[in-house]
């Protein structure tokens, strides 16, 4: 069974730091692609940022150069470094894992950013 354990999040000051973890069980880890996306209140899903098997990697624009992906298969987790975070970083994240054609996702973590 394929699961999704996030930690990490909570509240900052805007222009500070947190990073994110995702901890995958079931399947074979490292020949998934993982992902985070977040949701703000009233608005839909969206990606933020993908780590494929390979190590590549796929960031929206809104978050280059702030957030990094990375990911360390020996662990079966997938991390985001998040930085000089804004207020509108602010949204439930989400974590997830594409799989031999499926998508999990995990129970989401709230990042909340004050100005």
């Known amino acids: 069974q394929v699961q999704l354990r996030e930690s990490g999040g909570g509240l900052v000051q805007e222009g500070g730091s947190l990073g994110l973890s995702c901890t995958a069980s079931?399947?074979?880890?490292?020949?998934?692609?993982m992902g985070w996306y977040r949701q703000a209140p009233g608005k839909q899903r969206d990606m933020v940022a993908t780590?494929?098997?390979?190590?590549?990697?796929n960031y929206a624009d809104a978050v280059k150069g702030r957030f990094t992906i990375s990911r360390d298969n020996a662990k079966n987790t997938v991390y985001l470094q998040m930085n000089n975070l804004k207020p509108e970083d602010t949204a439930v994240y989400y974590c997830?894992?594409?799989?031999?054609?499926?998508?999990?996702w995990g129970q989401g973590t709230q990042v909340t950013v004050s100005s």
């Open positions: 997830k894992r594409d799989y031999r054609f499926n998508a999990y």
């Open positions: 780590i494929f098997s390979s190590g590549n990697t």
């Open positions: 079931g399947g074979i880890f490292s020949a998934s692609a």
